[in-house]
């Protein structure tokens, strides 16, 4: 596969993971997180990394609403609900498995 294709193929990839993500605001990014490693917080701390290095002009604030598909304090006050003593345990027990985010790499 030619390097073009691979890049738009893996566009649309992280455009339907998007989606899905702002489409289920029942799931909480804490729930993310202990599950999987990774939330739309980090998500948004990927996209910014690969603005910053494309050098486009960008915050965090900007990389968050691209993700949520909203700004951060709305989803936060329309979706998010306080953490269960449970998911705050699992959240710490399952951190040395949570993404680093220390910006793109390419592969």
């Not at 390097?3 to 193929?9: A, D, N, V, Y």
Request: proline share 1%.
């Amino acid at each position: 596969m030619d390097e073009e294709t691979r890049i738009r193929l893996e566009a649309a990839a992280f455009r339907g993971l998007v989606e899905h993500l702002q489409q289920r605001t029942d799931v909480q990014n804490i729930d993310l997180m202990n599950l999987a490693g990774f939330c739309r917080n980090c998500l948004s701390k990927w996209y910014l990394a690969a603005a910053q290095e494309e050098g486009a002009t960008m915050d965090y604030d900007i990389a968050r609403e691209i993700v949520y598909g909203m700004t951060y304090d709305e989803w936060k006050r329309d979706h998010q609900y306080e953490a269960t003593e449970e998911q705050k345990a699992t959240f710490e027990e399952t951190k040395p498995l949570h993404a680093a985010i220390s910006g793109h790499h390419r592969s």
